[in-house]
């Protein structure tokens, strides 16, 4: 786990359907947007950081949605993938329980 420093632009959910079984799922994922290193001044890059399904229910969204245009620092942990045609990504999640950690 590590803390990933940024402001939070808002909650979204992802509607995805499973190839296998065609059940639809929803992903909810919180937005960061942090300082993109070396880049021009305020210039940004954003981050989709996915809200487990343990998370969902304790309304870890909502909290996250009172916290839009804030600068936080976010609990996450990334995770490498691997396609077989060459693609390759990292899937990046919300750690512990998720909520916002406190440090000045």
Do not use: C
């Not at 992802?14 to 929803?26: A, C, W």
């Amino acid at each position: 786990m590590f803390l990933l420093k940024g402001t939070i632009m808002g909650v979204k959910s992802v509607d995805n359907t499973d190839r296998n079984t065609g059940e639809v799922r929803t992903k909810m994922f919180v937005g960061v947007s942090v300082p993109k290193t070396n880049g021009y001044d305020g210039e940004t890059v954003s981050y989709d950081i996915q809200i487990t399904k343990k998370q969902i229910p304790e309304g870890v969204a909502a909290h996250y949605e009172k916290l839009k245009g804030n600068e936080i620092f976010v609990p996450v942990l990334a995770f490498p993938w691997a396609g077989r045609n060459g693609n390759a990504g990292l899937n990046w999640f919300l750690a512990d329980d998720g909520l916002p950690k406190n440090f000045k």
